[in-house]
């Protein structure tokens, strides 16, 4: 059965509809292949085998009938654990939401389970998705599937192992500010943030809520492409969700990308680039311009402000957003409180882990009254300013390539000292959800070292076809994508 699980979403969708396969092995096959390697990954927090079973189910019985089946049904996914899904845990790999059982699904997971997606457990991520590494999971350390001595990047860390050690097709992650790009390149799959509004985050833990965007984790990039049609469109229940149709993504893949003009980001192919890194966007953008794409050198001058305008603006909304954790309505309560302030205060010291207090400190300074306009509002004044050099550039070109990180996965432990260098991990990632862009990570080659490096693609809001099409030629010019972690 491993065979099958190697196999793209796409193609497991296909065997099933040719009865090679019936939902209910192909699901049983996933969750067999979690319970033998799991041990050594550590990317799922819970199985949830009985929904998964109980949906692959309803696949077979449609088969049997001969109806027709929805996209993706039947191929299983791995749902980061900050996405409810009624009847199972969401912890958020947290200890403040250890038993927290969702009450309600997520508008996204309630998508997958309308189209019969089998969703087959619950990925670990770094505490309430503030990370870079996946080693801020108050639970357990996820492992890189190319390497178990490497983190597998963050904070959507359980998706992108689960995805390339083939546990699941496809996953769910979250991406505030990296976290569904910079694992997938660490772990050499395809991951990809969609433009803000796009995917309802009704449901979602919202971490810092004008940053954070649900989007897809898959093998290859029509896989992508598709799991993006499934959870996207407009939502009652999110006020920030975009009226617009779904779109057909598949339809534009192969489009010729003749003439098209591509920007590289000169800020993030300068200095502090690992050298194989930097090979493979040259490689990159050889392979464009073979394809017929212009290639111009282009400026974000104002990119170098955005790690720390994000730091302001994250951590501010994160120490609102997290206030509703005081064990009065959710999640985990102390036991040992005389009054009703020290019972928020030991709920909180005993159920956050250290960088999301961290995190809740450096937001609540940035909104306090005296520091206000200096920090929180300048910050959002410079959101403005990236923002409109993105404008700017797009003007000239209908795409931008960078690496989605300088360097490919570093060794676990390796920055969990030092909170500012884990912090720079997100440098060619953040300023897309700073201007709430689409953005995309697919493998782009190998450093010395056998590890992923992964290609970075940005188009401008809602230009997600255009995004998927060059992914899409690119991948079809090489075969990393073929090429599988060896667990
Ligand atoms: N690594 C970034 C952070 O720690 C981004 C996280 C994310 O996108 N959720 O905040």
């Known amino acids: 059965m491993l065979e099958i699980l190697k196999k793209s979403a796409m193609e497991q969708s296909r065997a099933l509809k040719n009865k090679e396969v019936s939902a209910v092995e192909l699901t049983k096959a996933s969750l067999e292949r979690i319970k033998s390697i799991d041990e050594k990954l550590g990317a799922f927090n819970s199985l949830t085998e009985e929904t998964a079973l109980e949906t692959a189910k309803k696949v077979d019985e449609k088969i049997a009938a001969g109806e027709e089946l929805p996209l993706l049904a039947g191929v299983p996914l791995a749902l980061k654990d900050n996405m409810n899904l009624i009847g199972s845990k969401t912890t958020a790999s947290s200890k403040i939401l250890e038993n927290f059982v969702s009450p309600y699904n997520a508008t996204a997971t309630q998508k997958l389970l309308d189209n019969l997606i089998p969703i087959v457990g619950k ?5 309430f998705a503030m990370g870079s590494s996946n080693e801020n999971s108050a639970f357990k350390k996820v492992h890189n599937p190319w390497n178990l001595n490497k983190v597998p990047g963050g904070s959507s860390g359980g998706s992108a192992a689960s995805v390339a050690s083939c546990e699941a097709a496809l996953a769910l992650g979250s991406d ?71 779109e057909n993504y598949r339809n534009s893949l ?14 993030l192919v300068q200095e502090g680039l690992a050298e194989d890194v930097q090979k493979a966007i040259q490689n990159a953008i050889n392979t464009y311009k073979s394809l017929g794409a212009e290639i111009v050198e282009v400026s974000l001058p104002n990119l170098k402000h955005s790690i720390g305008i994000y730091y302001i603006l994250a951590t501010a ?23 009703l302030l020290e019972m928020y205060c030991k709920t909180r010291a005993e159920g956050f882990g250290p960088e999301v207090k961290r995190r809740i400190m450096l937001g609540t300074y940035a909104l306090s009254s005296g520091y206000y306009d200096a920090y929180y509002k300048k910050a959002l004044q410079m959101r403005k300013v990236v923002t409109e050099d993105f404008l700017r550039v797009f003007a000239q070109v209908d795409a931008l390539i960078a690496p989605t990180c300088p360097n490919t996965a570093f060794d676990l432990g390796s920055k969990t000292e030092d909170p500012l260098a884990m912090y720079l991990t997100d440098i060619a990632t953040i300023s897309a959800n ?15 070292d056998g590890m992923p490096i992964g290609l970075q693609i940005m188009t401008p809001q809602l230009t997600e076809a255009k995004l998927f099409n060059l992914s899409y030629k690119f991948e079809q010019a090489h075969d990393y994508y073929k090429q599988l972690a060896n667990i």
Request: glycine share 10%; hydrophobic share 40%; aromatic share 8%.
């Open 434 to 448: 700073l201007a709430g862009i689409p953005a995309i990570s697919i493998p782009a080659g190998f450093d010395k």
């Open 317 to 339: 909304e994160c120490s609102s957003n997290l206030a509703r954790f005081d064990g009065v309505k959710y999640g985990h309560r102390t036991d040992d409180a005389k009054n």
């Open 254 to 267: 192969n489009n010729d990308i003749k003439g098209m003009k591509i920007g590289v980001v000169k800020e």
């Open 123 to 127: 990925a670990n991520l770094d505490e």
């Open 176 to 246: 505030t500010g990296g976290s569904i790009r910079l694992p997938a390149s660490f772990c050499g799959i395809v991951g990809m943030k969609p433009t803000y509004g796009k995917v309802s985050r009704y449901g979602l833990i919202a971490f810092a809520s004008s940053l954070d965007q649900i989007g897809p984790f898959a093998r290859t990039v029509e896989d992508a492409a598709a799991l993006l049609e499934v959870i996207s469109g407009y939502d009652k229940h999110d006020s920030t969700s975009l009226k617009l149709p779904v």
